[in-house]
């Protein structure tokens, strides 16, 4: 079975700090996904990537970056932490349009 | 563009009995309806989908129904268990894209 990693599990951040959050997949899934899960808003889409190098913006996008310069790997970069926030990111991938998810861990942030 | 709306935020039942959790999707073109469940400090993962080809699916204690016409589908645990405590999240995929468009989620409790 394939497993998908997100690092690191924690991030503290300061603000306006530029952070980057890092996923990546070994089950050779095409599609890969970045999601902000915050209490009572359910997960939101950053970004998604449809295969290497592509990048999709998604409904959350204003102050990310992504990159997928490797099919395995799908890196979020957070341009200008805000401070007080606080979320949980999630990194998805998916085999195709008719799969489903298999979702990492998650990585927590905090911004001081 | 699609929106998924999960009608309950909390749910709660005696062990033994079910429980529904109900969701309406706006987009006549969503093909496919994916749940997962999120247990507590821990990430999301897939329970059941189901396809708009069909307009029920059963697996094991979950049934999943889908009324296309009104735009809802509702999934079912039936005999439940302490363990099938946890967040339960709803969504739907529109388009080619295979992003999926969740619901806010419910919190189920099953109380012994």
């Known amino acids: 079975g394939g497993i998908i990693t997100q690092t690191p599990k924690f991030l503290i951040g300061q603000e306006g700090q530029k952070l980057t959050l890092k996923c990546q997949q070994n089950?050779?899934?095409?599609?890969m996904y970045w999601y902000r899960q915050d209490s009572g808003k359910g997960l939101r889409l950053i970004y998604y990537?449809?295969?290497?190098?592509?990048?999709q913006k998604g409904d959350l996008s204003e102050g990310y970056d992504a990159s997928r310069e490797k099919k395995s790997s799908f890196s979020l970069t957070v341009t200008s932490a805000q401070k007080n926030e606080m979320a949980v990111f999630l990194c998805?991938?998916?085999?195709?349009?008719?799969?489903?998810?298999?979702f990492g861990s998650g990585t927590r942030l905090l911004v001081i | 563009g699609e929106k998924v709306e999960q009608h309950e935020s909390t749910l709660s039942v005696r062990e033994g009995d079910s429980a529904v959790i109900n969701c309406t999707y706006t987009d006549t073109a969503s093909s496919y309806f994916p749940w997962y469940k999120q247990e507590a400090g821990k990430s999301l993962h897939f329970v059941i989908d189901i396809r708009s080809n069909v307009d029920r699916k059963q697996s094991q204690r979950l049934i999943v129904l889908l009324d296309k016409k009104a735009k809802r589908f509702s999934l079912h645990i039936t005999a439940t268990q302490p363990e099938d405590s946890a967040i339960y999240f709803c969504a739907g995929r529109t388009g080619n894209t295979g992003k999926l468009i969740f619901g806010l989620g419910t919190t189920l409790q099953v109380q012994p």
């Open positions: 990537s449809i295969t290497e190098n592509d990048l």
């Open positions: 998805a991938s998916s085999s195709g349009q008719n799969s489903d998810y298999t």
């Open positions: 089950f050779n899934h095409d599609t």
